[in-house]
């Protein structure tokens, strides 16, 4: 099982950036996936989540109307779509899988496979 994010890098607030999570070893559809951050000296924290039935979807507070998580099975990835970006969004970003029941998908401690994380840094 191998989750590979990409796609992060410098942005100016206002800007977007894609994140990507390409996943190996095993299909996606058949798990919750969620995106997750982590600042310096915060604990991590989830952003979306899709649940492992796919017919729930998860944002924080935080990123409403502003991210947009989407999955492509064909590719078996994971994306993050992310608008209206914001000085406290700079963070490392990960992706995560698990084959979690129920279908609320947003507590990062309940996540088994994780990425290496991909950095996002918002600044002027």
């Known amino acids: 099982v191998q989750l590979v994010e990409s796609g992060g890098g410098l942005v100016q607030p206002g800007g977007s950036l894609r994140l990507s999570c390409a996943a190996s070893?095993?299909?996606?559809?058949?798990?919750?996936i969620g995106w997750f951050r982590q600042a310096p000296g915060k604990e991590r924290e989830g952003v979306s989540c899709i649940s492992r039935s796919g017919g729930y979807t998860y944002y924080a507070d935080s990123v409403k109307g502003r991210f947009a998580i989407s999955r492509d099975n064909a590719k078996n990835t994971l994306y993050l779509q992310m608008n209206s970006l914001k000085p406290e969004d700079t963070a490392v970003y990960y992706c995560a899988a698990d084959r979690l029941g129920g279908s609320y998908c947003l507590k990062w401690n309940e996540y088994t496979y994780w990425g290496q994380g991909t950095q996002v840094t918002v600044s002027s």
């Open positions: 070893g095993f299909t996606l559809e058949d798990y919750a």
